[in-house]
């Protein structure tokens, strides 16, 4: 995934040399891989202490933590809606009194009157002080079109692994003799009342390399799981088996997805007969989005055919795959160059649309009413210059629950339809005064020549410079869209907020690699591309210091997951650039990524480390294999879990002791619980926004 430009590489010494493969055999911090490991696990009890003893007993802390609990226990928050079943809405919520959550519902009407009438359904924190377990919410599929039975997921500490049990909705419990599966990374749907798609872990062989599902079975009410019949099989090397249905109306189309790669995808759906499964036309490069009228509306990431191009939606007919016919291709919606088609959802007659245009979100509908089963588009104004996202759907009343909002304006809900205006359902109250600060949009230059969005905010008034914090992604075709900065950046908490409020810059960068501006914006810097998106970072971060808001030496990056990528590479290339790194469940290690947890399924992103070539770019960047003897690195804070199943925490212990080892100042936090997303509650949230308040203050603000 790396080009390195001559130019990138002549900013900094510490990217001269080019790594040679060093056997995996000879890692000195192997053993760090050993999750569970009484030595591994003393390491970071001592490192985590020393960073506790660091920043915990900083004058300010307790004010952070008390106040980040605060906001993001408020009551005042949106009450987010989830399905809608028929007249009724439901939503999860938490908040201090409820730390892991309620599964709730409310009459509709109610909901939209900004005025629910709420009754619990599972109360996360009772059920799992009942059973012993420190649960957290994965969710609840009911099926449509009475909802009585709900397939409901539950985690042991939030990994990605979970355990799925049937529930019924009008007696409020799990259903006694029901479908139940055991704790796996699993994919479950309905096909009919009495039988489910199952992908999951059957024993020996039924996993792929890169962890998930490979096999999937019908399994028939009644009967032991392991008498279900194998209706569909994946390879090996696949990333795994899914399985979902889509609904139309009072129709059910089941399907099963074959991830071949991370970003290519065998579909098949169910054959007239009923039984057996089989493949369609759907192009193995692109995703199926939603369904209407029979319609199933596919999103292109590669181009198909003459006058379909990437990047825009096409409808192709479910009836007629499902027969094996010939299949009818009819475009949808083709987006500009300034435009990304970001998510779609269908009601019962029209098509939603939500599109990104130079990174501010703007609303669709369509309706297939032109002649030859053309589609017709709108535009539906909300709010101009926001971040809007699709909530939800009532698709009777044609009507969706979509949320705008700003850095600087907290989140609206509203219900909105093609003809009226929209009705907000309800605002979050502003939690900061947001009158002496301002956000606007710039364009960085990257190596190449390259426009790169981002997004700056600060006081009003603001001459600089000042320390700036720089979030940013670059990968899996995720964009970056800014929200308020009480979730700035993602799960920091409020620290953009707490960062602006001392009057520091907060900066969200729009990156190639990911969706911004659709697939090409990916495909910018995917494989041996990569290096465009460090380039970008490295592009932002100069026009910081070119335009006065900030100086070199003063700049913090942060990046999770990929992001952890991103910033390892970032602060080996660039040494002199950046003051402090914040690096979240990160991935450091391309070596080895490939052999640990979840990684064999971002090959397609990355590259392969066993094939030479592919190395030879990967080692120009891998994250852990730069660090360089006798270069002074910004200091780094490493946030993760130990219950990570997707991330292997073992990218940031290791980072962690090869930075010690060379004499670089690492801060280091291993949260026992909360998967990937590290935050099992709002208690472990608050104490992280507070953590990285005061490493950026200890280290950007009060260091000369």
């Known amino acids: ?164 049990r049937e529930w019924d909705r009008t007696t409020k419990s799990f259903v006694d003799g029901g479908f139940a599966l055991p704790q796996a990374k699993s994919s479950v749907t309905w096909e009919d009342a009495d039988t489910l798609l199952v992908a999951t872990d059957y024993g020996e062989g039924s996993m792929t390399a890169s962890g998930y599902p490979r096999v999937v079975k019908r399994w028939k009410r009644g009967t032991p799981l392991a008498s279900a019949v194998t209706v569909a099989e994946g390879e090996h090397e696949d990333v795994g088996m899914n399985v979902f249905a889509l609904v139309d109306g009072g129709k059910r189309w089941p399907m099963i997805s074959r991830g071949k790669t991370f970003y290519t995808t065998d579909y098949l759906i169910r054959g007239v007969s009923g039984d057996s499964y089989h493949s369609t036309i759907i192009p193995d490069t692109a995703s199926v989005r939603d369904v209407l009228g029979g319609q199933a509306i596919v999103f292109l990431n590669k181009d198909f055919g003459e006058g379909f191009p990437a990047g825009s939606l096409i409808s192709l007919s479910l009836d007629d795959m499902s027969a094996d016919r010939q299949v009818p291709i009819i475009p949808v919606m083709a987006p500009t160059k300034a435009q990304a088609i970001e998510d779609v959802s269908a009601t019962d007659n029209i098509l939603w649309v939500k599109a990104l245009d130079d990174v501010e979100g703007k609303l669709f509908a369509l309706r297939q009413d032109q002649p030859n089963g053309r589609w017709s588009q709108k535009e539906v104004p909300l709010t101009p210059n926001a971040t809007v996202n699709i909530a939800g759907t009532i698709g009777k009343r044609d009507t969706i629950f979509a949320s705008a909002e700003t850095m600087l304006m907290p989140p609206t809900l509203y219900a909105v339809s093609e003809t009226a205006a929209p009705q907000a359902v309800q605002s979050l109250p502003a939690t900061f005064d947001a009158k002496d600060m301002s956000v606007e949009k710039r364009f960085a230059t990257s190596t190449d020549g390259t426009k790169i969005p981002y997004f700056i905010a600060r006081k009003k008034g603001t001459t600089g410079p000042v320390p700036a914090l720089v979030h940013a992604y670059g990968g899996f075709r995720s964009a970056q869209t800014p929200g308020y900065l009480t979730g700035q950046p993602y799960r920091a908490g409020p620290l953009g907020l707490f960062w602006v409020e001392d009057g520091n810059a907060y900066v969200l960068a729009n990156i190639r690699g990911g969706g911004e501006y659709g697939p090409a914006w990916h495909d910018a810097a995917l494989r041996e591309k990569r290096q465009n998106s460090f380039d970008d970072l490295h592009a932002v971060a100069e026009d910081l210091v070119k335009t006065g808001v900030s100086a070199k030496g003063k700049i913090a990056i942060s990046g999770r997951s990929n992001g952890g990528v991103l910033v390892g590479a970032a602060m080996t290339q660039r040494a002199d650039l950046y003051g402090a790194v914040i690096s979240g469940s990160p991935i450091k290690d391309m070596w080895r990524y490939d052999k640990m947890l979840a990684g064999a399924s971002w090959v397609a992103e990355y590259g392969d480390p066993d094939v030479p070539e592919d190395w030879a770019f990967l080692s120009k960047y891998s994250p852990y294999h730069n660090i360089r003897k006798g270069v002074k690195y910004p200091p780094i804070f490493l946030y993760l879990s130990t219950k990570d199943d997707r991330v292997h925490p073992g990218h940031a212990r290791k980072f962690a002791a090869r930075l010690m080892e060379n004499g670089n100042r690492v801060y280091y936090h291993e949260y026992l619980e909360g998967g990937h997303s590290v935050g099992a509650d709002h208690a472990e949230d608050a104490v992280r926004a507070a953590m990285l308040h005061g490493f950026l203050t200890r280290e950007l603000v009060e260091k000369k």
């Open 1 to 164: 995934m790396i080009r390195a430009s001559l130019a990138a590489l002549a900013l900094s010494c510490s990217i001269t040399a080019v790594v040679a493969a060093a056997p995996q055999d000879k890692d000195p911090y192997l053993w760090l891989e050993d999750i569970e490991g009484a030595k591994a696990l003393d390491w970071v009890k001592k490192e985590n202490a020393a960073t506790d003893k660091l920043i915990t007993s900083r004058p300010g802390f307790e004010a952070d933590r008390k106040r980040a609990r605060e906001i993001l226990d408020d009551d005042r928050q949106i009450a987010e809606p989830g399905e809608v079943m028929g007249d009724t809405i439901t939503n999860f919520w938490r908040d201090a009194n409820n730390p892991r959550g309620i599964w709730r519902q409310s009459p509709l009407d109610a909901y939209l009157a900004g005025k629910p009438v709420w009754t619990t359904l599972i109360d996360v924190d009772a059920l799992g002080k009942a059973e012993k377990q420190s649960w957290v919410w994965h969710g609840a599929d009911c099926l449509a079109p009475d909802y009585t039975r709900c397939l409901v997921s539950v985690s042991p500490g939030g990994t990605d692994a979970d355990v799925v």
